[in-house]
């Protein structure tokens, strides 16, 4: 079965951190451009980070910019988005996505091919 699956959500105060990680099953994320997305209560979902295949092009959303860090260890098939300074805003569901991208150097934030179910991230004081 090919699935994402996101962890390490969880509840955290004001100006900590928390880092979320999405692992696949069922295929290798080396062909995939990964993106993260979230989606607050009464909110539209939004992507907020996204990497290229290699790793070596990110991008970020300027509400995340300086705070969070996207990376990938295609040994471990798994991508990660390291949240710091977080603000209660951030509270919300995030999503990691896959999009097999074999031909840019990019990514994108459109079209995804596989979604994770989400993890639920809680800044709070």
């Known amino acids: 079965q090919l699935q994402l699956v996101e962890s390490g959500g969880g509840l955290v105060q004001p100006g900590g951190s928390l880092r979320v990680s999405c692992a696949a099953s069922?295929?290798?994320?080396?062909?995939?451009?990964i993106a993260w997305f979230r989606q607050a209560p009464g909110k539209e979902r939004e992507g907020i980070s996204c990497i290229s295949t290699s790793g070596g092009s990110t991008n970020y959303a300027d509400s995340v910019k300086g705070r969070f860090t996207i990376s990938r260890d295609n040994a471990k098939n798994t991508v990660y988005l390291q949240m710091n300074s977080l603000k209660a805003e951030d509270t919300a569901v995030y999503y990691c996505?896959?999009?097999?991208?074999?031909?840019?150097?990019?990514?994108?934030?459109?079209?995804?091919?596989?979604w994770g179910k989400g993890t639920l991230v809680t800044v709070f004081s």
């Open positions: 069922g295929f290798t994320l080396d062909y995939y451009a």
């Open positions: 996505a896959a999009k097999r991208l074999t031909w840019r150097r990019d990514c994108v934030y459109y079209d995804m091919d596989y």
